[in-house]
């Protein structure tokens, strides 16, 4: 059965880091395209970041050059390497798992300025 477990959000001023990690279960994980969404207060939820199979990423021009999606297929984990946050980045991020479409319950990023 596959779950995704995020975990590392929380408070930090602006120009800080936070690290994000989805941690998966389930036999297809490596098999998968994973990415990073976020979604703000009254905002549509948004793609942040993807990673395929072959380790090829893409990122929302947003967060181009300050983030850093990653995976770990032996410990099946997605990450998501924050740097340099802003308080626009303030967001539940979500994990999901783009093959099955399958998401993680989001965890709280917050940016003070």
């Known amino acids: 059965q596959v779950q995704l477990v995020e975990s590392g959000g929380g408070l930090v001023q602006a120009g800080g880091s936070l690290r994000l990690s989805c941690a998966a279960s389930?036999?297809?994980?490596?098999?998968?395209?994973m990415g990073w969404y976020r979604q703000a207060p009254g905002k549509q939820r948004e793609v942040v970041a993807t990673i395929n199979i072959g380790g090829s990423t893409s990122y929302a021009d947003s967060v181009k050059g300050r983030f850093t999606i990653s995976r770990d297929n032996a410990k099946k984990t997605l990450y998501l390497q924050m740097n340099n946050l802003k308080p626009e980045d303030t967001a539940v991020y979500y994990c999901r798992n783009v093959r099955i479409d399958y998401w993680g319950q989001g965890t709280q990023v917050t940016v003070s300025s």
């Open positions: 389930g036999g297809i994980f490596s098999i998968s395209t």
